[in-house]
Every structure is written in structure tokens, then in C-alpha cells.
């Protein structure tokens, strides 16, 4: 089935600097995705997605890239901020069934430090 | 609008118990999802339904059911709870047609 790796599994970085955390996807069908981000103990919350006739989309400090040819897509956030410290989420879209799933990657502890 | 609701936020079982984990959408969201999370895991789909009556199976259905005879209720019920589904359980819902998921603030289950 699909599958959906999301490297690193902990990202440890100083205020201030860049953060980048990859994913890469199976299904060459897939045409949705998105990024989330999960605070200790709360629920995943959206933070910016793309569809596949874009090649990267940008919202503030975040932005996100996809190869649709290598089948893999980033979240890019630079300038971080102790704030941004929590687990992202990385999924992308299959079609089963005529009803759009999501697979989600595992997750990327990230830590930002003062 | 309160979203989506889950409840209870906790629960402790005994093996071989069985309970329903509760969610709601005030959304009027055609689409409704159940989720567990473990560690290291992410989130796999566990049931969805596409509306009310229509209901189909995730990644890991084994253990749970679902029903879904109104657009705002979806409850997941544990038939014969085993420690394997310690996990936190997330609902989610969205329309048709649109991507983007809201989720539930979770229920902590814990089958001892």
C-alpha cells in the first residue's frame, strides 16, 4: 500500500536557524499534501499544504517544496522559535474507493532551543 | 461552532472490556474519520464514513466498529478491548471535496 517516510525523526536546532524536514511518498497518484503540527498533548493542527500542480507555496515563516518527479515534498520553517517546538506531520493523499485518505509519515520531533 | 468534540478525554479499561469513544461535528461535515496514534506510528486510519449510513474500513479496523446514523455523530466502539489498543484515538472531519481535515482533541485510552 502507500507509503509515506518522513526523516528526521528528531530535529534539534538553535533559535533562529532553518529547519527542514523531508518526506517522500509511493503513490505517483497522489495529489494532496499537507503538514501538521501536533503541541504535547493537543490535537494536529494544519499548518500549510500544497496540491501537485504546485511546486511550492509559502505562508510567513513556512514554506513548503514538492517533487513530483522524485516523489517528495519539505516543510522548510527558517527564523524559528522556541514556539515551534513540537511533532509535524507530514501525509499525502490516496484515492481508495472513490474516498481521499491520508497516510501520514511518522513524525518529526523538532526542538528549538533559546 | 465547537468543532469537533471527543469524549472522554481519558478512560482506563480492563482487558476484555468494551466501550464507545464518543465524537461530534457541528460542522455539518459530509466526511468523518477515526484515527489512532502511537508512538513513533503517526496516525493510522482506523474507520471512515462518507455520510450518514455509509461507513468502510482504514488501515486497522480489527477490534473496533463504527456507525454513523446522523452527519454530526461518529462513535468507534472497542467490542472486547485488548492492551494492544492502548493508543490515543483522534477523530476528524471535513467536506467533501475539500482536503483539509479538523481534528478532535483526542481520547487517551489505556487498556490495562
Known amino acids: 500500500g502507500e507509503n509515506v517516510e518522513q526523516h528526521p525523526s528528531t530535529l534539534s536546532v538553535q533559535e533562529g536557524d532553518s529547519a527542514v524536514i523531508k518526506c517522500t511518498y509511493s503513490d505517483s497518484a497522489s495529489n494532496y499534501f499537507p503538514w501538521y503540527k501536533q503541541e504535547l498533548g493537543k490535537r494536529p493542527q494544519l499548518i500549510i499544504d500544497?496540491?501537485?500542480?504546485?511546486g511550492e507555496k509559502k505562508d510567513q515563516r513556512i514554506a513548503v517544496t514538492l517533487n513530483k518527479t522524485a516523489k517528495h515534498f519539505s516543510l522548510h520553517i527558517t527564523e524559528t522559535q522556541p514556539e515551534d517546538s513540537a511533532v509535524y506531520f507530514c501525509a499525502a493523499s490516496i484515492r481508495d474507493t472513490g474516498f481521499q485518505k491520508l497516510v501520514f509519515g511518522t513524525g518529526t520531533r523538532l526542538l528549538v532551543s533559546p | 461552532n465547537a468543532g469537533v468534540t471527543q469524549t472522554p478525554k481519558f478512560q482506563v479499561l480492563k482487558t476484555g472490556q468494551s466501550m464507545t469513544l464518543q465524537c461530534a461535528q457541528d460542522m455539518n461535515h459530509e466526511y468523518m474519520s477515526w484515527y489512532r496514534q502511537d508512538p513513533g506510528m503517526g496516525l493510522r486510519l482506523i474507520h471512515y464514513s462518507v455520510g450518514a449510513g455509509i461507513t468502510d474500513q482504514g488501515e486497522v479496523p480489527n477490534g473496533y466498529n463504527v456507525s454513523r446514523s446522523t452527519t454530526e455523530d461518529f462513535p468507534l466502539r472497542l467490542l472486547s478491548a485488548a492492551p494492544s489498543q492502548t493508543s490515543v484515538y483522534f477523530c476528524?472531519?471535513?467536506?467533501?471535496?475539500?482536503?483539509?481535515?479538523?481534528f478532535g482533541p483526542g481520547t487517551r485510552l489505556t487498556v490495562t
Open positions: 500544497i496540491r501537485s500542480n504546485v
Open positions: 476528524a472531519s471535513r467536506t467533501g471535496g475539500v482536503y483539509e481535515q479538523y
